[in-house]
């Protein structure tokens, strides 16, 4: 059950409603679980997410491991205006933003219907057990397999790794088949990123702030100033100590970094009749060590071509393989570098 995707700041995000989007996942929840494989990671992006992962130079990454996980992850959903705004302007649009905290209670609604266990990761001790006292009241079906609000460590140290063996292992142990993870980003993507096999069988998605918004200790913004792309506004209001700092900051970077990905698009303005089609080209070789591809007589990179290219960078990247370039001109490169999907990672593997 492949979704549409759009080529967008160095990702694929999937093209799809909020309706749409919840019966996806839990097909996906049903194969991870009959087959057993690594968690499937459903990631909602938003502006916050994008410039705690991107720098505003054009072939580096701000947090790469993050940015892998992006790429990686199962399903990338647009939970924020702006992206959906900036979609549109390349002339790729989503179909329309899939906020997490919407996505949450339909989630709920559809475990509970369906007969599939929860488990809450992350948030205020008062909060994440409020929320689960309010959704066990709407919704009586519901099995919440377990809860831990730990203090969770994110560096490389024996008593993190323990840590995180010991939480994977008590999720593991408690049959849970969703896994809804309020540790704020980055740490809830790089939490399920790092121990992927450890959760196997398992989708997990992070929620950010959901337990609060569910509890009553934040308020959401009205549906109207959602859909206006305004709900920053309402946060600010509520919270301007912590927030406004924030949000000015990430509106900069966020603005840069649109602005060459629109220059990336004027690109495929200057295609012409001759130009060979990315699509159509295969690669020239495959080893175990390496993918050469050859780049001669492609000037432009449209949004099937991005995703094809991202494509072939995350397969190597799982194969530990480099990638070799043949006739890649400066054109092509540059047009790549402002799309983001010319990072440093990828770069040094060439």
């Not at 969770?152 to 140290?157: A, F, G, H, L, V």
Request: charged letters at 25%.
């Amino acid at each position: 059950m492949k979704n549409k995707r759009t080529a967008l700041l160095g990702l694929g995000i999937d093209s799809v409603t909020e309706e749409e989007a919840v019966p996806r996942i839990f097909h996906e929840l049903d194969i991870a679980k009959t087959q057993q494989t690594d968690c499937r990671i459903v990631v909602t992006v938003n502006v916050d997410f994008i410039v705690n992962t991107l720098s505003v130079f054009a072939s580096k990454a701000k947090n790469p491991e993050l940015l892998r996980v992006m790429q990686e992850s199962f399903f990338v959903f647009a939970d924020g205006m702006p992206i959906v705004l900036l979609s549109k302007l390349v002339g790729h649009a989503l179909k329309e933003r899939v906020a997490g905290s919407n996505l949450f209670e339909k989630m709920i609604a559809q475990a509970a219907k369906s007969g599939k266990r929860v488990f809450f990761l992350g948030g205020n001790p008062e909060n994440t057990i409020a929320t689960s006292q309010i959704l066990l009241k709407k919704y009586p079906d519901l099995q919440i397999a377990g809860m831990d609000t730990s203090m969770i460590k994110m560096d490389d140290s024996q008593e993190c790794l323990a840590q995180h063996k010991k939480i994977c292992q008590k999720i593991q142990d408690d049959h849970t088949d969703l896994l809804l993870v309020g540790l704020g980003n980055p740490k809830q993507e790089l939490f399920a990123y790092r121990n992927q096999k450890a959760l196997a069988g398992i989708v997990s998605i992070g929620i950010g702030g959901t337990f609060n918004f569910i509890a009553g200790g934040v308020k959401r913004a009205p549906r109207w100033m959602q859909k206006g792309c305004m709900e920053w506004i309402y946060r600010i209001i509520q919270e301007p100590r912590r927030l406004i700092g924030r949000y000015s900051k990430g509106l900069v970077i966020y603005s840069l970094l649109s602005l060459q990905t629109m220059l990336s698009c004027l690109f495929a303005l200057l295609k012409n009749s001759k130009t060979k089609e990315f699509s159509s080209m295969p690669l020239l070789k495959e080893e175990a060590s390496a993918v050469s591809l050859d780049l001669t007589g492609i000037r432009y990179f449209d949004n099937a071509a991005k995703l094809k290219w991202l494509a072939i960078i995350n397969n190597a990247a799982t194969k530990q393989q480099k990638i070799q370039l043949k006739n890649c001109s400066p054109f092509l490169r540059m047009q790549l570098k402002l799309a983001r999907f010319w990072a440093d990672d990828i770069k040094k593997r060439i």
